[in-house]
């Protein structure tokens, strides 16, 4: 990726690569013409990276996209980090690790994926107990680590994992992952989670920030407090609050006016003291249904 061409700030993996701070999250956008939208209005904003996943079932209609939109804007496809995430296979992991990849590459129209996490630390179709799921991961994770070996991938990570399925990682692959993508905001702060990525030098993305809109957070009488401070709303509080602790975001919309709005929030840099003040409304209380902690084998 070129610097040059990026407003957005760069941070750099322990891959080498480089990857914007902000990226364009597309959870729940869907059509052709939406898609067409969002991405138009994204690249023109400034954003350099799309966040997609299988689940979301978008990839094809983002990879059209992008062949339509880039060259309005000068851009070509080293110039965009893309990331698409899957959940471990149920059976036949390589073959099928294999099979999703090839598509993914299909469906975006690119000869690389910058960085594939595995979605769910199990099969979206068993239990939290099935004794098979922490070979489910393990040999979807060893899959994509050889995929990467071939370069059909940059980087490798993991999403919805918590602590102990972490430290299960170097049992079984001597790749650290990349990136990790968890909910993370002042009531959900993953303390534990965000120790052990510094350690291992495993960069840390944030996924709803804003927690679904909950009123209790974008109410909340310290975002609140803020937000009036600094004469913004309480949402681009809550995008500021991980940029300015340096962990990158993947804010969705398809309403042009908040794509615009959410790429903003890199122009607010929140004090040591804010960042503070809001780290301590943590309450464990999550807003998403992404429960990797029940995934207890």
Known sequence: MSDSKLDVPLVTLNTGYKMPIVLFGTYKITGQDDIDLAV??????????????????????????????????????????????????????????????????ENLKTSFLDLVYVHYPKADEKSNDDPENFADRRDTYLAL???????????????????????EIPKYSSVVPAATQLEYHPHFTRNDIREHCKEQGIYFQAFSSLGRHHPDL????????????HGVNPETVLLAFPLSQGIGIVPKSSNPDRIRGNFN??????????????NARDKNQYYIRAHGWEVVT
């Open 145 to 167: 680590a050889k995929l990467k070996e071939s370069g059909k991938i940059r980087s490798i990570g993991v999403s919805n994992f918590v602590l102990r399925h972490f430290q």
């Open 40 to 105: 138009d209005t994204a690249l023109d904003a400034g954003y350099r990276g799309f966040d997609t996943a299988k689940y979301y079932k978008n990839e094809a209609e983002i990879g059209n996209a992008l062949e339509k939109f880039l060259p309005k804007y000068g851009l070509k496809r080293e110039d965009i980090f893309l990331i698409t995430k899957f959940f471990p296979p149920a059976s036949n992991t390589e073959a099928e690790v294999d099979r999703l990849i090839q598509e993914s590459l």
């Open 218 to 229: 974008i109410g909340d009488p310290v975002v609140t407090e803020i937000s009036q401070k």
């Open 265 to 278: 929030a890199i122009r607010l840099k929140l004090s040591p003291e804010e960042i503070e003040k809001l």
